[in-house]
């Protein structure tokens, strides 16, 4: 199994957003709450994490929270997992069993961005070892999964091409409909669907970290024009790529 990690940024901080929807996050997080106290919502259900507690949040996640008292202080670390292992969305949860959390993320955000490929592997060492603690899928949905992860891997691979259904089916040796009915079990989407909210989270990230602008970012991912890629990324994230980036600007 190719699990793929790498590091976006990290920081300390106290947050200036009280409270915040996310209608699917950008990229995978790592948030320790050093002090203070957060409450979580998703789907209907509630959580609340308080000092010491290390919260997990997957990429595609929808959720909102609500920081719950004064004087929070936090540790957070944002970074790209590439693997078919894990799901395209969950929700955010608490990571449990974890001993130095707090000196873990410390680690990560003093090594980031620093010119020293020592303590860049260091930091990146230690963010492999956080991500070991991340709840996987359970068995059964692992054997579902095994029978299309040729497809996804490919998909995940070749996601700025264009192909068509009939070479992710004959990469699984199964007929279109079996490969449909596979991925609407494991993933609640067909294949199509789950290409193109894939090119949509990466580009969010794209435009997260100013990457490149719209229409580079269009090329990037495969998209025809400029209004395919705007009419898309809208469908999937409720909001143009030009609000997507306006928003995190004033963010």
């Not at 190719?2 to 106290?14: D, K, P």
């Not at 920081?67 to 799901?87: D, G, M, R």
């Not at 069993?97 to 930091?123: C, F, P, S, W």
């Not at 949905?141 to 490919?154: G, H, K, M, P, T």
């Amino acid at each position: 199994m190719e699990i793929n990690v790498s590091l976006l940024f990290a920081m300390s901080y106290e947050p200036r957003n009280k409270i915040m929807r996310v209608n699917g996050r950008p990229q995978h997080t790592f948030l320790y709450i050093s002090n203070g106290e957060y409450r979580y919502t998703f789907n209907k259900e509630t959580f609340t994490a308080k000092s010491g507690d290390l919260v997990y949040v997957p990429k595609g996640a929808v959720y909102s929270y609500e920081v719950i008292s004064e004087n929070t202080y936090c540790h957070q670390v944002e970074f790209v997992l590439e693997s078919s292992a894990f799901p395209v969305a969950l929700c955010p949860q608490k990571i449990i069993g974890i001993d130095n959390a707090e000196k873990n993320l410390k680690e990560i955000i003093e090594n980031h961005g620093v010119n020293n490929t020592t303590k860049h592997l260091r930091a990146l060492g230690t963010l492999y070892t956080l991500c070991s603690y991340i709840p996987l899928k359970e068995e059964k949905q692992l054997d579902v999964d095994s029978r299309i992860r040729s497809a996804v891997e490919y998909i995940e691979s070749h996601y700025a091409e264009k192909f068509d259904i009939q070479t992710l089916a004959d990469l699984c040796f199964m007929s279109q409909s079996q490969l449909r009915r596979y991925f609407i079990n494991e993933y609640k989407m067909s294949p199509i669907t789950y290409k193109n909210r894939y090119r949509i989270e990466k580009a969010k990230i794209m435009l997260l970290y100013n990457v490149a602008d719209i229409g580079e970012i269009a090329v990037t991912l495969g998209f025809d024009s400029i209004y395919s890629f705007s009419k898309i990324f809208k469908q999937y994230a409720g909001i143009t790529p030009t609000q997507f980036a306006k928003n995190k600007s004033n963010s």
